[in-house]
């Protein structure tokens, strides 16, 4: 949520940050209406307690207090009944204001570029050269099938479209992956958490999931409980409403989750594999950490995910999301996208990696302290998936693949899987 402050102080910064998200500024005006009509408001109240002060202070200077309060009284009891009817309407401003706040973005950070959608994103570096294969390369499920590792066609009978079942080595290749990938969140000075996959309306509302995305989720509306669209969402809100120590931050944590999303949006998109799934799993890093250095810190966050795209070997390019593709939380956002064979060849999203300044942490009211008896601040707020597991496996799958059909798998994951090779009969070696 953005600071009411920073609307008052500089109101051309947020509309112009609007503009570039190609949205409506109008929202501007309109909370600097609502905040003048709550500011008068309370000047008035403060007014009204003020002349109460007075006329109480002559009660207790009056030689006879007795009759003093009595002739007072009715004027007394006026102003009591005009402070209460004026404070009786301020908790409505509040509320139109706050209504109107929660569901305006995040103010974008100078250095991300313009653009009205993903075609305008500026890659910055890029790692590896794409895999030249001597044979035809093979998308990841046409792999998965013939290895009987992955099956699109019970999960489809058992859940729908947009499900897998993974089988055998598929299995162990993606917990071996995953390993992998906790294994190097923990180097990098990650705790690991083991979180709850159902949170409630307002852990969704605090990390900037609600309302704006309702309809992606998965919802228990019994219990008023979410399927988490991603750890983002616990690991964010782990510390809501509390107040940290300085010298504690920054804060690093992993958690390895099952990820639920409707895809509502992606209407025949990505229909085939394991591109695009309501279930899948990811690895998820967030930071909590200092507002000076947040933008140093997600510098970093982005090498960390990069560097495991780098042990695995597998291509890949770090791109700069322009204004009109940085997503709702953000403040500026990398994305890593690796380089797949299938489908003539190209990059796909493997990882997003936002900083979120304070915006998060004022909807979940997460302070710090710089010294004990400083007053408090907002933290800000980084995530980044460190990876995609799915995605990640997938990617394996395809740029490891052999002429025979078998896949051998990169060296780094051998020790996590056990195995380094999926034999053409999907058996492991």
Same mark, same amino acid.
């Given at each position: ?5 920073l ?5 051309d ?5 609007a503009?570039?998200? +190609?949205?409506d500024?109008?929202f501007?005006? $309109?909370?600097l209406e &609502?905040d003048? @009509?709550w500011r008068s *408001?309370? /000047?008035?109240?403060?007014a ?5 002060n007075?006329l ?8 006879d ?5 009595a ?6 009891a006026?102003?009591?009944?005009r402070?209460?009817a004026?404070s ?10 706050a209504a ?7 103010v ?19 790692w590896?050269e794409?895999r ?5 390369p093979?998308?990841?499920w046409?792999?998965?099938?013939a290895?009987?590792?992955i099956?699109?066609e019970?999960?489809?009978k058992?859940?729908?479209s947009?499900?897998s079942?993974?089988?055998?080595? +598929?299995?162990?290749?993606q917990?071996?992956i $995953?390993?992998?990938? &906790?294994?190097? @969140?923990?180097?990098? *000075?990650? /705790?690991?958490?083991?979180?709850p996959?159902?949170v409630?309306?307002a852990t ?5 999931q609600?309302?704006?995305?309702a ?18 969402v616990?690991l964010?809100?782990?510390h809501?409403?509390?107040i940290?120590?300085?010298d504690?931050?920054?804060?690093r944590y992993?958690?390895l989750?099952?990820?639920?999303r ?8 990505d ?7 309501h279930?899948f799993?990811k690895?998820?890093l967030v ?10 810190d997600?510098?970093?966050l982005?090498?960390?995910?990069e560097?495991?795209l ?8 770090t ?7 940085v ?6 956002t990398?994305?890593l996208?690796?380089w797949?064979?299938?489908?003539g060849?190209?990059y796909r999203?493997?990882s997003?990696c ?8 004022r ?23 460190g ?8 990617a394996v799958?395809?740029?490891?693949q052999?002429?025979?059909?078998g ?8 020790p ?9 009969d999907?058996?492991t070696?």
């Amino acid at each position: 949520m953005l600071d009411i402050a920073l609307i008052r102080r500089d109101p051309d910064q947020v509309r112009a940050s609007a503009q570039r998200r +190609g949205q409506d500024p109008s929202f501007v005006d $309109a909370v600097l209406e &609502l905040d003048a @009509a709550w500011r008068s *408001g309370v /000047t008035a109240v403060e007014a009204l307690k003020a002349e109460k002060n007075a006329l109480t202070e002559r009660v207790k200077v009056a030689t006879d207090k007795a009759a003093a309060a009595a002739e007072l009284r009715p004027e007394l009891a006026a102003l009591d009944a005009r402070i209460a009817a004026g404070s009786a309407t301020l908790p409505g401003f509040e509320e139109r204001i706050a209504a109107l706040l929660s569901e305006v973005p995040n103010v974008l950070d100078a250095s991300v570029p313009a653009g009205a959608g993903s075609d305008e994103n500026v890659v910055v570096r890029t790692w590896g050269e794409p895999r030249v294969f001597d044979f035809a390369p093979k998308a990841h499920w046409e792999l998965g099938e013939a290895l009987g590792i992955i099956d699109f066609e019970r999960a489809a009978k058992l859940s729908g479209s947009r499900f897998s079942v993974l089988k055998g080595a +598929g299995v162990r290749l993606q917990r071996a992956i $995953a390993l992998f990938f &906790l294994d190097r @969140a923990a180097r990098n *000075g990650y /705790t690991e958490l083991a979180v709850p996959y159902l949170v409630t309306r307002a852990t969704m509302f605090a990390t900037g999931q609600l309302s704006k995305f309702a309809d992606a989720m998965f919802q228990d509306q019994n219990a008023d409980l979410f399927l988490i669209p991603t750890a983002e969402v616990p690991l964010t809100a782990y510390h809501k409403d509390e107040i940290l120590a300085g010298d504690s931050l920054p804060r690093r944590y992993c958690a390895l989750t099952p990820c639920f999303r409707k895809e509502a949006g992606a209407a025949g998109k990505d229909t085939r594999g394991l591109i695009r799934q309501h279930q899948f799993e990811k690895v998820e890093l967030v930071w909590l950490t200092l507002p000076e250095r947040s933008f140093a810190d997600l510098d970093a966050l982005t090498a960390h995910a990069e560097g495991l795209l780098q042990e695995l070997g597998l291509a890949h390019r770090t791109m700069l999301l322009c204004s009109g593709d940085v997503g709702f939380n953000g403040a500026k956002t990398f994305d890593l996208e690796v380089w797949l064979p299938s489908d003539g060849g190209g990059y796909r999203e493997i990882s997003s990696c936002s900083n979120c300044t304070d915006f998060q942490a004022r909807r979940a009211n997460m302070r710090f302290r710089r010294e004990p008896k400083a007053k408090p601040e907002f933290v800000h707020t980084l995530n980044g998936s460190g990876l995609a597991v799915g995605r990640t496996l997938l990617a394996v799958l395809e740029n490891y693949q052999d002429a025979d059909g078998g896949v051998t798998l990169p060296a780094v994951l051998v020790p996590f899987a056990g195995f380094s090779r999926i034999e053409p009969d999907g058996g492991t070696t």
